[in-house]
């Protein structure tokens, strides 16, 4: 029995360590046929999941900066920490990648894709 019960505590572990990973929040303010923005925000310790941007010209407006660890879905592609002071405008090109807030303070930005 006792077997039994470390296998399921076992198996559960991993699930309650996933759980504790903050996400990001996130608002679509604007999407038509040219451009989609999109308000996130990132706790301290969120991240946004892997995903990717299709659009290729990207604008990055923070409204409350921190520090940003960028983490490519490519593996050839070195892991990019980006610090953001508020008010500061980013141009990033497409990609597919994890964002991760690895600093101590809620970072909050606004960005703009051109679709066309």
């Known amino acids: 029995m006792r077997k039994l019960l470390i296998k399921i505590a076992a198996l559960c572990l991993p699930m309650v360590t996933l759980a504790e990973t903050p996400q990001s929040s996130k608002e679509i303010l604007?999407?038509?046929d040219s451009v989609l923005v999109?308000?996130?925000i990132y706790a301290p310790g969120?991240?946004?999941g892997m995903h990717t941007h299709d659009y290729h010209h990207r604008v990055l407006y923070t409204v409350k900066g921190g520090q940003l660890q960028?983490?490519?879905n490519d593996k050839t592609t070195p892991?990019?920490?980006i610090n953001l002071s508020d008010g500061q405008t980013?141009?990033?090109p497409a990609t597919t990648h994890n964002v991760v807030n690895i600093g101590e303070s809620e970072v909050v930005i606004v960005e703009t894709e051109l679709k066309k």
Do not use: G, P
């Open 90 to 92: 980013v141009y990033l």
């Open 46 to 48: 969120a991240e946004s």
């Open 70 to 72: 960028l983490i490519a």
């Open 79 to 81: 892991t990019q920490v």
């Open 38 to 40: 999109v308000r996130a």
């Open 30 to 32: 604007l999407d038509n």
